[in-house]
Structures are given as structure tokens and as C-alpha cells.
């Protein structure tokens, strides 16, 4: 039981960490194509940035985005872009327990989602 129940403990918080992780992941992508829409749909208020990054609830520490907006009178091929980046934090302490091993590295991971869409004509 002494040897077992660690790395069980350890493979279950893994599981949970790794959920969180992609739970964080849909929100920043979601946040990302809200914005983009938002931006292609050449709304001003409030910005297409803000617009993102308030999509994204629930994330601490907020994340931050960056919106490519639509010409004033877009082509077919013009996009909006916004993209969004958050510093996702494990809970289980990955890195100390790879340090045991000869790893490590930091316990934290950068997410990335970003979100495209036609600029409206």
C-alpha cells in the first residue's frame, strides 16, 4: 500500500490537472473566436480585445489577447484574428516530482488559442 497509493494518488491528480488544463484550453479558443467575430463584425464597443479577454471568465490570472481588425471596406480574403495566451499553473507538482527523477522544468504551461473569421462585408 506504501509503494502503490503514491503513484495512484499521483496518476489521479494527473488526470484532474490534465482536465483542468483542457478545460482552460476551450476557454481560451472560445475567447479567441469570440473576439474574432467581434472583430469581423466590426463592433466598437467594447473592443474586440476586451471582448476576448472577458469571454475567457473564470481564468486567474486574466489571460491577454491581441485582435487583427477588418478594413473599413475588406476584401474576400481579409480575417480577422484574435489570439489569446493565459499561463496555465499545475496543481500537482510535476516539476518536484521530475526533479526526483533528474528532470524538472517549470510548472507551468503557456496555452494559446486563436480564432479567425471573414471580415463582413
Known amino acids: 500500500m506504501a509503494i502503490l497509493?503514491?503513484?495512484l494518488l499521483l496518476i489521479v491528480f494527473g488526470i484532474i490537472d490534465f482536465g483542468r488544463m483542457l478545460n482552460a484550453q476551450i476557454v481560451i479558443t472560445e475567447a479567441a473566436r469570440e473576439g474574432a467575430r467581434w472583430s469581423a463584425l466590426r463592433q466598437t464597443a467594447p473592443s474586440p480585445a476586451a471582448r476576448a479577454v472577458t469571454a475567457a471568465v473564470?481564468?486567474?490570472p486574466v489571460p491577454g489577447a491581441t485582435v487583427t481588425?477588418?478594413?473599413a471596406s475588406p476584401a474576400p480574403t481579409d480575417r480577422a484574428?484574435?489570439?489569446v495566451t493565459y499561463?496555465?499553473?499545475f496543481v500537482t507538482p510535476f516539476n518536484v516530482i521530475g526533479a526526483m527523477f533528474?528532470?524538472?522544468g517549470p510548472n507551468t504551461r503557456t496555452l494559446t488559442g486563436t480564432g479567425v473569421m471573414r471580415c463582413g462585408g
Request: net charge neutral; proline share 11%; hydrophobic share 30%.
Open 81 to 83: 484574428t484574435a489570439t
Open 69 to 71: 481588425s477588418c478594413p
Open 58 to 60: 473564470g481564468l486567474t
Open 87 to 89: 499561463q496555465f499553473t
Open 102 to 104: 533528474g528532470g524538472g
Open 5 to 7: 497509493l503514491p503513484v
